[in-house]
């Protein structure tokens, strides 16, 4: 069964300053790594996402960097603000069962003013 | 506005009964999935439809049972079978690469 490990499952970052969250995956049916946000109550949203043809990719104050030989990628939040509190997934699409995106557990991350 | 919608958004089921979720979407997805999420667990694939009529088994698959006879819908039977079926299920479609997700729908087994 494809794994993904996602570190670390909690994260308390004072305001302004860096939050970083990582990934490591077995096997991918596609290169395409996205990040989820997720609030309390509602749905995940795509929040950045990379195409390994890069090693980095960044949005704002998100980043992702990506280690292909590894099989790892992360997610940086610069200047981190309490509206960032939230959970945060990374995910692998698999052909394990047919094509389907795998999440980590995921990493609830609070910003602290 | 284009989009997913779950419903009902809450739900309430007493042990030994089936419930039915329901799951829309017209964004014109070929492709869509169920996940269920638990604390600490993050999201797990129940089922999921590449196309109309067909569906295949995620990896908690035992306990529900879904349908694809439209497009637009993707709805999620949880059974009796199912031995903790307290949990928020997530609903979503594909576009390519990503995922769109409905708001979700909170089930609770009295």
């Known amino acids: 069964q494809q794994q993904v490990k996602q570190s670390p499952q909690s994260l308390i970052v004072q305001k302004g300053g860096i939050s970083i969250i990582n990934c490591a995956y077995e096997?991918?049916?596609?290169?395409?790594f996205p990040w989820y946000q997720q609030f309390p109550g509602k749905g995940p949203a795509l929040l950045i996402a990379?195409?390994?043809?890069?090693s980095e990719k960044k949005e704002g104050r998100f980043t992702i960097s990506f280690n292909k030989s590894a099989k790892q990628f992360s997610l940086h939040i610069m200047d981190s603000q309490p509206g960032d509190s939230a959970t945060y997934f990374c995910?692998?699409?698999?052909?394990?069962?047919?094509?389907?995106?795998?999440f980590g557990k995921g990493t609830t991350l609070s910003v602290s003013s | 506005d284009g989009g997913i919608t779950q419903s009902p958004k809450y739900l309430f089921r007493k042990e030994g009964q089936n419930v039915t979720l329901s799951c829309e979407q017209n964004?014109?997805?070929?492709?869509m999935y169920w996940y269920r999420q638990d604390p600490g667990q993050g999201l797990r694939l129940i089922y999921y439809?590449?196309?109309?009529?067909?569906?295949q088994k995620g990896d908690i698959a035992e306990g529900y049972s879904v349908s694809r006879e439209k497009k637009e819908s993707f709805p999620l039977t949880v059974t009796s079978a199912q031995k903790n079926p307290t949990a928020f299920y997530l609903c979503?479609?594909?576009?390519?690469?990503?995922?769109?997700f409905g708001e979700g729908s909170r089930l609770t087994v009295l």
């Open positions: 979503a479609s594909k576009a390519t690469g990503e995922l769109f």
């Open positions: 096997n991918t049916a596609f290169d395409y």
């Open positions: 990379i195409r390994p043809d890069v």
């Open positions: 995910a692998v699409w698999t052909l394990q069962a047919g094509t389907a995106l795998i």
């Open positions: 964004l014109n997805h070929d492709a």
């Open positions: 439809s590449q196309i109309v009529n067909d569906f």
